[in-house]
């Protein structure tokens, strides 16, 4: 318990040394004062002697094997580009403030946070206040890893020097916490990180596709869905508690990836497959697996080591489960198509008529998930868009290749950071502008997300999140999107249907795409989505652009006569009007243009379908 709160607290006292302007090598004074009034001088004394540079003193040195435990756990965590305590001057000045964060995927001069000294010293005061003379136990280092998570400590570097300004203190905590834990478990004391063996656990759901779209009723694909995210939720809690929470990576959208004590890797593994697979009730299965590797190899090839474990899981993956056998004469579901109907649904539209059959678990999920009035997220016209999204190039910021491109190497603490960036960007800030212009999240995990949402307000909302997403991976990774609508009164089961082809189509594109229509009752079939026009990013928001612009030049007659000409496929016609009246000044020079350009890339017809679809009274 003292090694992982001293080395979740091992550099703690650096925001206080730099609001103070102290020289780099006071924080290790600075730590032993703030853990000493938290847990106490022992742990202080652990948490403060873990640099082991010769620029350090001598009595801010490790000695004992807690203490060099808390060092090696520290260099690991730190990666393989990070300047070691021999390259560190000790005693060289204090960073200027105020202290700046730069973006994981730059070079490090893009800062995304500034922090001046009153923050520093404000976030110092509130951890004492919190935890002051606190119990040393499992829940006051889970409470204390939770503060953290959403503390100023998430925008304070762990080194303030470019590029390796990159990395949250938080991140950095918490996998020094996490690699020193299961290093202890495995009685690992040794100074050099070759002498630490350390397991990386993962987990990836089978099939998640095809488990949760079995049905295309709403409340069905929203109990899936919560099942799948139980389920990844139930498996990060088997290393929540069997290690503690630091030790978690990362966890959502049914995958997982946990720093394990080898000697518990394969048991661990298990038992994660075990409490996924009880909440889904075995319909959805999760692949695990582990490997075990170096301290030296994490801190220098953690990349490579990541991509074993992912190579891994896919070899496992290539093992297919034994389908569920069901005799002649039973009823088969109508919902997942493979398990034996013992429930009656709602009448079917068959001929002869019938009631829908349905199985134990396909009931069951049903039964225990809410459904969505449609009519309380429809337009004024009746159109309910339904919005799909799914990131690109999301296995390059996991691999670290985005990151090699700035001359940057994956680390432990770097994955775990991107992890919670992918999180946020998704399933927070993503989820949060649904919500805002009116629509409900149906899913939304890891880096996909389904909602349903009014209208036109699909577009807009697509749009936002698109930029979000682009703004928040500094431009280095997209978003592709598929968008479909449906009257509120037709069924939505096509609608759903063909959100999820256009998605395909749209990802097709070599970057972050988006593609839409409104889909008719009876289905689309695949050879018109296979032709439907996808556009990039920048075209869709010139549609929309141009959409508001058709909704204020309504009123202008010269230019109702030119939308109505494209409108009508006198494109030519539009064409020579528009020149006509540049010739005449009742257009200018630029406008014309433009009107010029959009007639020629055939934008202005998507955009008045847009206005006369959802816009237009």
């Not at 607290?9 to 040394?17: E, F, M, R, V, Y």
């Not at 996998?175 to 070759?194: H, K, M, Q, V, Y």
């Not at 556009?535 to 508001?548: M, V």
């Amino acid at each position: 318990m003292k090694v992982r709160a001293a080395a979740l607290l091992h550099d703690i006292g650096k925001p206080l040394s730099w609001a103070n302007q102290e020289k780099w090598s006071e924080h290790v004074s600075s730590t032993y004062k703030i853990v000493s009034e938290i847990f106490g001088q022992d742990v202080a004394t652990i948490a403060s002697h873990h640099h082991s540079g010769r620029s350090y003193c001598q009595e801010d040195r490790p000695t004992s094997n807690l203490e060099w435990l808390v060092c090696v756990s520290d260099t690991i965590a730190s990666g393989a580009d990070r300047p070691s305590d021999e390259e560190v001057s000790g005693g060289g000045p204090a960073p200027s403030l105020p202290i700046k964060r730069s973006h994981l995927l730059s070079d490090g001069r893009a800062a995304i946070d500034s922090i001046e000294a009153k923050d520093l010293g404000h976030f110092i005061l509130t951890l004492k206040n919190r935890f002051s003379s606190a119990q040393l136990n499992d829940s006051t280092l889970a409470s204390m890893l939770l503060f953290l998570s959403s503390s100023l400590a998430t925008k304070i570097p762990a080194d303030t020097r470019i590029p390796y300004n990159d990395t949250s203190l938080f991140h950095h905590l918490k996998l020094t916490a996490a690699i020193a834990n299961c290093s202890f478990r495995e009685n690992s004391f040794g100074r050099d990180p070759s002498l630490h063996n350390l397991s990386l656990v993962s987990g990836d759901a089978d099939q998640i596709g095809s488990y949760v779209n079995q049905s295309l009723r709403i409340a069905d694909l929203r109990g899936r869905s919560s099942r799948v995210i139980k389920g990844t939720e139930s498996a990060a809690e088997i290393f929540r508690s069997r290690l503690g929470p630091e030790c978690i990576l990362f966890s959502g959208g049914g995958g997982f990836l946990a720093l394990s004590p080898p000697s518990m890797a394969e048991e661990l593994a298990g038992e994660a497959k075990a409490a996924f697979e009880q909440v889904t009730e075995g319909r959805c299965t999760i692949t695990t697996s582990h490997v075990e590797a170096d301290g030296k190899s994490l801190q220098r090839q953690f990349g490579d080591v990541w991509a074993e474990a992912m190579r891994s899981i896919r070899m496992k993956k290539l093992s297919v489960g034994s389908p569920i056998r069901i005799e002649e004469e039973d009823r088969v579901c109508d919902v997942c198509q493979r398990e034996k109907a013992v429930h009656e649904g709602r009448p079917l539209p068959t001929i002869p008529p019938r009631n829908e059959s349905i199985c134990a678990h396909c009931y069951k999920v049903r039964a225990e998930t809410p459904g969505t009035w449609v009519d309380a997220v429809r337009d004024e016209k009746g159109y309910v868009g339904i919005l799909r999204l799914d990131g690109n190039n999301v296995s390059s910021l996991i691999t670290g290749k985005s990151l090699r491109d700035v001359e940057k190497s994956m680390t432990p603490s770097r994955l775990s950071a991107i992890s919670s960036l992918i999180h946020c960007t998704v399933q927070i800030d993503a989820a949060d502008i649904v919500k805002k212009r009116g629509g409900e999240i149906i899913y939304s995990g890891g880096d996909d997300l389904l909602a349903l949402v009014p209208g036109i307000e699909a577009f807009r909302t697509a749009g936002e999140i698109a930029r979000q997403y682009s703004k928040a991976m500094l431009e280095r990774a997209d978003i592709s999107c598929g968008i479909s609508f449906a009257r509120h009164k037709s069924p939505i089961y096509s609608a759903l249907e063909v959100s999820s082809q256009l998605l395909r189509r749209a990802k097709s594109e070599p970057q972050g795409a988006i593609a839409f229509m409104v889909a008719p009752a009876e289905g689309v079939p695949s050879s018109r989505i296979d032709e439907q026009r996808v556009y990039s990013w920048r075209e869709f928001q010139k549609i929309l652009e141009l959409t508001s612009w058709i909704q204020v030049a309504e009123s202008d007659r010269h230019m109702r006569r030119i939308v109505e000409m494209v409108n009508s496929g006198s494109a030519d016609w539009a064409e020579a009007h528009v020149k006509h009246q540049i010739s005449r000044g009742m257009i200018s020079q630029l406008e014309g243009q433009r009107l010029l350009e959009e007639i020629s890339e055939g934008t202005l017809v998507v955009a008045f379908s847009i206005y006369n679809t959802f816009v237009r009274g």
